[in-house]
């Protein structure tokens, strides 16, 4: 089993960045599968992006492509989600997702493990 912890959100302002972090428990970190999903008020939660358990292969959806990088270091049991060029409409809480597995998890019921989410404002 793993705890997810996400941070680094916050407010920014339209074309800034923003760097959110996701501590895992366990020691076996480095067996998962791991994901950032969000969501925006009155809308579904939604896929954003997705890394395999050794961060060699990666995904993104359309909406952030060219824009986020998803990352992990599995020494600092982390992962990360480096956001630039952010705009009003990525406003969503964000949230961090794991699975035993190897391969790449594009949708929420891939997931058996989530954070408890980090708000990111986007101002215009």
């Known amino acids: 089993q793993v705890q997810l912890v996400e941070s680094g959100g916050g407010l920014v302002q339209a074309g800034g960045s923003l760097r959110l972090s996701c501590a895992a428990s366990?020691?076996?970190?480095?067996?998962?599968?791991m994901g950032w999903f969000r969501q925006a008020p009155g809308k579904e939660r939604e896929f954003v992006a997705a890394?395999?358990?050794?961060?060699?292969?990666?995904y993104y959806a359309d909406s952030v492509k060219g824009r986020f990088t998803i990352s992990r270091d599995n020494a600092k049991n982390t992962m990360y989600l480096q956001m630039n060029s952010l705009k009003p409409e990525d406003t969503a809480v964000y949230y961090c997702?794991?699975?035993?597995?190897?391969?790449?998890?594009?949708?929420?019921?891939?997931?058996?493990?989530w954070g408890q989410g980090t708000q990111v404002t986007v101002s215009s």
């Open positions: 366990g020691r076996t970190f480095s067996r998962y599968a």
């Open positions: 890394i395999n358990w050794t961060g060699g292969s990666t």
């Open positions: 997702a794991a699975d035993v597995g190897y391969g790449l998890k594009m949708t929420l019921a891939s997931y058996d493990y």
